[in-house]
């Protein structure tokens, strides 16, 4: 049912409301059909909504505008540095790995976020109207509302004023066509009003590929702690985020108890899974950035390719030395069975003069590889469960409940080390210490790491090049607008701070 769902998506994913603007906004694409010749029946609806998701992982499954480069690469040399024996970078990797990015450096282009964005206010203005089941109608409402608000909390957080349109662009109107950054308090009061939609109208459903009520309560819980922790939100936020919380459940009940079967390519939407944008077999997607992990087979012993070492073509990004002293220490003194998964080493590379060269990478979301390459075709994976226990643990840790906690900590833990109550220490320090710790061990490749430490105020510690250029730059966690985007709108003016 879910590839013929996918399969929708990719036949329509042109049937969306036309544009007209001819990318001069670099925001939205050219469409096939107009909205006078479709929106008639309940399928186009439907279909669209689908094809919603379509674009999403279009945006996110680009080579360097995905998760990695926009929620953890800029974590720095604390967690990531060059791959291929630290020889691997290029000069957009670089300045976003050290935050010296500048406006042509490509993952600072929001073209393909945009689209979505305007797919999503296409099937927001057009279902109302179109005869369909009142079901149908709520479902479709609920997945753009959805859709719309986790687009737009990605925006903000990167780029502070965004652009904020609520209306598909159908004409060669200028005001569509080149808006300005509207103030990021606009955006987000409209991201909890599409979040209040989405919880509305988003009652059922159990397809990962698309929003559920357990998606939609885990992007409630995460945008309600980042209104509290980042934008003084106040304690309403905390309760927001209660609410959604307690909607998901918390307990143990759904972690699975290998940690390395979350990823396995034979166990997509798993029971740890909540939102997961498809990938499969058939379209093995080269973007995504899980690819750059790997190494060539060149660099690989031939006893050694695919087992254990999954081979593609070039490895872009490596754990940092640091990070990978991180990893070593938590499975030696705490045997962490996380680390196998996240982080393979060996004498596994091609000779010199008899002495396997040492390899290593992060081995996590790997494709199938059962053939000579791997099969880049792993689920990317936006929410899952133990995420939602950490939030918890988050959102106890602001209410001062530091007992309630080390409780929500201690599942997590107690996965990871095979023992019981192994946080203690029911301190304001402690923890806030053992959230960071179990963040970074528990997410790293997944886009999560980043957010959660500008959360908690922790990332100046993390990052010591960032703490020194906030100094020069107040706006240093933000993003700059890539000069394409401001070349095609003169409205769009520069993230302060950034050239």
Known sequence: MKSKKLLIALAGCAAFVATACHGDLDIIQDNQLTASNMWTESSDVTTSAYGIY??????????????????????????????????????????????????????????????????ANAVLKYAPTVPMTDADRQWAIGQAAFARAYLYFWAVRLWGDVPLLLNPVESVDAEECYPARSPKAYVYEQIGRDIETAVAYVTSGTDKYVATPDAVNMLKAEYALWMYATQAGGDDYLALADEALKAIGISSARLL????????????????????????????????????????????????????????????????????????????????????CNYLEG?????????????????????????????????????????????????????????????????????????????????????????????????????????????????????????????????????????????KNTKLTQTEGWN
């Open 347 to 487: 004498p596994y590379g091609s000779s010199s003069e008899g002495v396997m060269n040492t390899i290593s990478c992060p081995n996590k979301l790997k494709g199938d590889c059962s053939t000579n390459m791997m099969i880049l075709d792993c689920d990317l994976l936006y929410y899952r469960y133990a995420q939602a226990v950490m939030l918890d643990a988050e959102l106890k840790y602001w209410r001062k409940d530091y007992e309630g906690a080390v409780k929500s900590l201690n599942l997590i833990a107690k996965r990871a080390y095979g023992v019981d109550n192994f946080y203690t220490e029911a301190t304001k320090e402690a923890v806030l210490d053992a959230l960071c710790t179990e963040t970074l061990l528990e997410f790293p490749c997944e886009g999560v790491v980043w957010w959660t430490l500008i959360r908690l105020d922790k990332i100046w510690d993390y990052n010591s090049s960032l703490a020194e250029r906030r100094a020069l730059n107040p706006n240093i966690l933000l993003w700059p607008i890539s000069a394409s985007a401001r070349n």
């Open 54 to 119: 379509y674009l999403m992982r279009a945006n996110f499954v680009q080579d360097k505008v995905n998760v990695f480069y926009w929620g953890e690469a800029r974590v720095g040399e604390y967690m990531w540095g060059a791959g291929s024996w630290r020889t691997g970078h290029d000069n957009d990797m670089y300045g976003v790995q050290n935050s010296t990015m500048n406006d042509s450096n490509a993952s600072t282009v929001w073209t393909k976020l945009y689209t979505a964005v305007n797919a």
């Open 257 to 340: 108890d290998d940690y390395a079967s979350i990823f396995a390519v034979d166990n997509k939407c798993n029971a740890e899974v909540i939102f997961a944008l498809n990938n499969n077999q058939t379209e093995k997607l080269t973007g995504g950035y899980y690819w750059t992990f790997y190494w060539p087979a060149t660099n690989v012993a031939p006893a050694y390719q695919m087992n254990p070492v999954p081979i593609y073509t070039t490895q872009w990004w490596n754990y940092s030395d640091n990070f990978i002293s991180v990893l070593k220490r938590s499975k030696a003194e705490h045997n962490d069975r996380r680390v196998d």
